[in-house]
């Protein structure tokens, strides 16, 4: 079969992001004449689509939705809306298309619903039922054109996929950006987190790959010339055993490629001088509250008060540390805003304005989650609200008054306007 594997676009010009779901998938896919495209990566991406369809002449189209949104507060823009349009240029294109990826897995029903010249929809994760699709259209078991077939998949042994196909796709457009290639280690997280997909999309509990794999697609990211990648992991310090194992592996490897990943604050400065030793480069604190009580309410393990000083430690070890909050986030409002501000300034003044940043977000909430499922509980949305369009924790009052006033200021500055 002659597939194109591609990215959804972005709708606007945005940092490059390494398509790797599909490097994965196109790692699983023997035996098939596959093309990748990152329509994100265009300013056109319906005219780059169709040029791909006249050269290629492919029997499947495969599109990864990774977002439907970019969760952003008070303004949202939308990435489904984007992906509908490429969708609906393929009206008079008479082979098959079928979509997956995490965004589209939240809302298969919604986007399915949508868009309706998807033949087949993948919920969860596609590595093998991708494949066994292909196998049996090319069998003439289902047909090739389903006008809108849900799939179900389960969770993939890890230990049995293939690697990813990084050079699937030309990898020169992510060059340039510090990051923007995924590593994958484990799937799954068991936090717990009341906002988070994570436990929904990849399972609760983590599942991880084999280390030698890990190892082995560093070193094939060094050969194609890369100087970094992302752990694009939930959370790299745990499982511990894995966490040391694998730090172990990658310094023992030589790689000379630097790397970034998302830690909590039950790192310890030791866990910090290893990860250095292995290349790490950066890392991402997600706190999210700052009180204990809020920490409490969004199912966080770690308390409020263990984060300034582990910073600190990472600060010294040598790392570019981001760290995430949320504002208005359940049990806080203007009060712990002011302090996630002043958090902002002590830690930028005395760690370092350049190496330590800090956001602060809002809370989009998505179907699946914890705190949806709160919301409808408490009355807080209907009972059947689907969260597909934007909906965030978040009720007026000072600490959103504040919060609206310096997003505006920063799009003011940045010229967003
Ligand atoms: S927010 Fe992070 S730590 Fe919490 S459940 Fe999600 S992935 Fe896990």
């Not at 265009?42 to 969760?71: M, Q, T, Y």
């Not at 745990?238 to 030589?254: K, N, Q, T, V, W």
């Not at 199912?299 to 600190?312: D, M, Q, S, T």
Request: aromatic residues 10%; hydrophobic residues 40%.
């Amino acid at each position: 079969m002659r597939i194109i594997l591609a990215q959804a676009p972005a709708g606007r010009p945005e940092p490059p992001v390494f398509p790797l779901g599909l490097a994965f998938l196109a790692g699983q896919l023997k035996g098939h004449d596959i093309r990748a495209i990152d329509l994100a990566l265009h300013r056109d991406p319906a005219a780059a689509l169709r040029r791909a369809v006249g050269s290629f002449d492919p029997d499947v189209i495969g599109f990864s939705l990774r977002n439907i949104d970019d969760s952003s507060y008070p303004i949202t823009y939308s990435y489904f809306l984007p992906f509908g349009e490429v969708v609906r240029s393929l009206e008079d294109w008479n082979g098959t298309v079928v979509v997956g990826g995490t965004g589209f897995s939240i809302y298969p029903r919604q986007v399915m619903q949508r868009a309706p010249r998807v033949d087949y929809g993948i919920v969860g994760e596609a590595e093998l039922e991708f494949p066994g699709l292909m196998e049996r259209i090319e069998k003439e078991t289902v047909p090739r054109r389903a006008g809108g077939t849900l799939l179900k998949a389960g969770h993939v042994d890890l230990s049995r996929l293939d690697s990813p196909a990084y050079e699937v796709f030309d990898i020169e457009p992510y060059r340039g950006k510090r990051y923007s290639v995924g590593v994958q280690s484990r799937r799954g997280c068991p936090m717990g987190c009341t906002y988070c997909t994570y436990g929904y999309l990849g399972g609760r509990a983590f599942r991880r790959r084999p280390i030698e794999s890990v190892v082995d697609d560093i070193a094939t990211l060094e050969r194609l010339g890369l100087a970094s990648f992302a752990f694009v992991d939930s959370l790299f310090n745990e499982p511990r055993d894995y966490f040391h194992a694998l730090l172990e592996a990658i310094a023992e490897s030589g790689t000379e490629l630097r790397w970034s990943c998302w830690i909590d604050e039950s790192v310890t400065p030791a866990d910090l001088e290893r990860m250095v030793e292995a290349g790490a480069r950066k890392v991402d604190f997600s706190p999210d509250a700052i009180t204990d009580r809020g920490s409490s309410l969004l199912g966080k393990r770690a308390g409020a008060g263990r984060l300034f000083p582990i910073v600190r430690q990472a600060r010294k070890a040598g790392l570019f540390v981001g760290v995430n909050f949320f504002n208005n986030n359940p049990g806080e409002g203007l009060g712990a805003l002011l302090r996630k501000l002043l958090f902002t300034l002590r830690a930028r003044l005395l760690l370092g304005w350049r190496n330590t940043v800090v956001n602060i977000g809002t809370i989009r909430v998505y179907d699946h989650s914890k705190l949806a499922e709160e919301m409808r509980d408490q009355g807080l949305v209907e009972q059947d609200c689907d969260f597909f369009e934007p909906v965030f924790y978040s009720s007026p009052g000072p600490a959103d008054w504040l919060y609206r006033a310096l997003s505006r200021l920063r799009r003011l500055r940045h010229g967003g306007g």
